[in-house]
């Protein structure tokens, strides 16, 4: 996984975005020794629609920073994707159970 900032190579968001784990029954996003962040879930998962999350329950926050977790029967890979302003990162999954 590889972002990009300006016309550099740089791996902050790659590093950010690589270890975290996301409760999509409540929305609390958990990154390493960090304080929890508390999202809120514009949808929620399914075998057929994405978990979407975003900072704030408001149009302009989910259209700017938003969090997709696709864990469909169709494909047994979860993945996720992550949308903010200036950034774009996009990686697989693990189940946590």
């Known amino acids: 996984m ?7 190579q740089n791996n ?4 950010y975005w690589s270890n975290f784990l996301i409760d999509t ?3 609390l996003l958990r990154r390493g020794a960090a304080k929890p962040e508390q999202l809120a879930i514009v949808q929620k998962g ?3 629609y994405d978990f979407v999350a975003s ?3 408001t149009a302009v ?3 700017t920073d938003v969090l997709r ?5 169709s494909n047994p890979q979860v993945t996720f994707y992550a949308f903010g302003l200036s950034m774009v990162v996009t990686g697989t999954c693990t189940t946590v159970k």
Request: hydrophobic fraction near 50%; avoid cysteine.
């Open 2 to 8: 590889m972002a990009r900032w300006g016309p550099f």
């Open 12 to 15: 902050f968001w790659a590093d």
């Open 25 to 27: 029954a409540t929305g």
């Open 46 to 48: 399914s075998g057929e």
């Open 55 to 57: 900072p704030l329950a």
């Open 61 to 63: 926050s989910a259209s």
């Open 69 to 73: 977790v696709r864990a469909w029967n």
